[in-house]
């Protein structure tokens, strides 16, 4: 994988990778399967029709990305950075649990415990 490069209906299964630079990359129909990934880096990348089913991925940028239908509900995120960037992506319930705090914050939104 590479920097800037075109992924169109492509599959990835049981992919065990440390880190993959698709920065400024385009993804289209894209598939990956119990894969399992140190880093994936998607900032400033134009991603469509991806799904993630049974992956683990310990750190996602998505800073500066396009997202459309991209679903992450099937994936286990470590680290998430670019936050604000997931307009398009489809997350599950535990996962939206565990972004809250990082889009309280994105959204500048303080959350104090009660007295």
Known sequence: MAHGASLTRVAFV?????????????????RLLDCRIGELDLGAAQVKTVR??????E???????????VDLAGAELGALEGVGSLRGAEISQDQL????????????I????PP
């Open 97 to 108: 649990t565990r972004l809250l705090p990082a889009l309280a914050a994105h959204l500048g």
């Open 14 to 30: 049981g992919a065990r990778v440390d880190y993959i630079n698709l920065r400024a990359a385009t993804l289209t129909q894209v």
């Open 110 to 113: 303080e959350v104090h415990e």
């Open 52 to 57: 993630f089913e049974g992956c683990e991925v």
């Open 59 to 69: 750190r996602l940028v998505v800073t500066g990305a396009s997202l459309e239908a």
